[in-house]
């Protein structure tokens, strides 16, 4: 079967650092991303990595590794606005069949 | 402004009464697909869209139908609904899959008493 596993809960105070895992098992792997979703809004995109290595957006940044099936999204500087869920997605075919995974509900505390 | 609508946003229904939820871009992407968000399952894809006239199961096709007539939209609908389809569901579009990059609609939450 297919699986994207990720923690279900961090926590980590304001200023600090987070990372979130996500390991992956797909019949096919075309890229890795990942997805916001603040409670009872609508999941928006933060990055992809379609090749190993490191991207950089702003405050956040996201590392893949193809041979480990595993990635990462690192969020730096955390703010109170940075508590939402956040989603690993792989995408497994060139058609666009997607596989999320359950999600990281990431509490920010003062 | 560059969006993705969903109608309707709320909807309370019985069971197998036929309903469709609308889904419109207006972004000119091509591809589309649907999902539903239900605790603790994260979101699944339902079926998706490359182009106008191409689509294709996800995970979780049981149940649903789509068209794409028309690129800009991309309707969902449910010939007979059940309790189980209760859920929150998304529309959603991208540019090009090779960016990783879609768009999500504000979503629509359904109730099938």
């Known amino acids: 079967g297919q699986s994207l596993e990720q923690p279900s809960e961090v926590t980590a105070v304001e200023g600090a650092i987070v990372q979130i895992n996500c390991t992956y098992q797909t019949s096919g792997f075309y890229g890795l991303s990942w997805y916001q979703q603040h409670d009872g809004g609508a999941p928006t995109f933060l990055s992809y990595?379609?090749?190993?290595g490191l991207e950089e957006t702003g405050r956040f940044s996201s590392f893949l590794s193809r041979s480990d099936s595993y990635g990462y999204l690192l969020l730096q500087e955390l703010q109170m606005k940075d508590s939402a869920s956040y989603f690993c997605v792989v995408t497994t075919d060139s058609w666009g069949k997607l596989q999320f995974g359950a999600g990281t509900q990431v509490v920010v505390t003062p | 402004e560059a969006q993705v609508t969903q109608n309707p946003r709320y909807l309370i229904t019985v069971t197998g009464k036929k309903l469709t939820v609308t889904c419109s871009q207006n972004?000119?992407?091509?591809?589309m697909s649907w999902y539903r968000q239900d605790p603790g399952l994260g979101l699944r894809q339902i079926y998706y869209s490359m182009n106008v006239e191409v689509t294709d199961k996800g995970d979780v096709p049981e149940g649903y139908k789509v068209s794409r007539k028309e690129k800009r939209n991309f309707p969902l609908i449910l010939e007979s609904p059940s309790p189980n389809q209760t859920s929150l569901y998304f529309c959603?579009?991208?540019?090009?899959?090779?960016?990783?990059?879609?768009?999500f609609g504000p979503g629509t939450r359904l109730t099938v008493t």
């Open positions: 959603a579009s991208s540019l090009s899959l090779g960016s990783g990059e879609q768009y």
């Open positions: 990595n379609a090749l190993d």
């Open positions: 972004m000119n992407h091509e591809y």
